[in-house]
């Protein structure tokens, strides 16, 4: 080939970078538009819809409890549940717990799994407390000192006062 019509070719070529058009130039970038949940909200409300799902309500709080110990619990959740496809949907703003943030209000709801979990937790919740039991000093006195033992037949009162 000939030096001076490659240069030519050269210089062509280098034109049509800078243009933004022709055949060695490369395709123009476009910007995805990501979708946003409300479109995801609306595929999900259909589908759940093809199920013949119903509202279920007066929920007051929904937990779930994971193989962690942990509890995800949401408070005043909807409900839509469809029971011959066995399918419910919990809609709402789930938080993660711990057991023993919901321990009290939650005892009527555990099963065999939790139940566990909680009785490991209160094993350890009891050896803590033994191991700050036994960090006491032997010079400290009890408060139990001020309890008397309580004996057959004899009345105390007269003693506390």
């Not at 929904?62 to 962690?68: G, L, P, R, S």
């Not at 938080?95 to 139940?115: A, W, Y």
Request: glycine content about 8%.
């Amino acid at each position: 080939m000939d030096p001076e019509k490659l240069k030519k070719l050269q210089a062509a070529a280098a034109n049509n970078r800078i243009a933004n058009s022709g055949k060695g130039t490369p395709r123009r970038k476009t910007k995805k538009v990501h979708k946003s949940s409300g479109t995801d909200d609306k595929k999900l409300q259909t589908s759940l819809k093809k199920l013949n799902v119903q509202p279920i309500q007066a929920i007051e709080e929904v937990n779930m409890f994971k193989e962690d110990g942990n509890v995800i619990h949401f408070a005043a959740p909807k409900v839509h549940a469809s029971v011959p496809s066995n399918t419910f949907a919990i809609y709402g703003n789930g938080e993660d717990k711990e057991l023993t943030e919901l321990v009290p209000g939650i005892l009527n709801q555990l099963g065999p799994d939790s139940l566990a979990s909680l009785r490991r937790l209160a094993e350890s919740y009891q050896s803590l407390q033994k191991k700050e039991g036994g960090d006491k000093k032997e010079g400290e006195a009890d408060d139990d000192d001020e309890i008397p033992d309580l004996v057959e037949g004899e009345n105390f009162e007269g003693k506390v006062e």
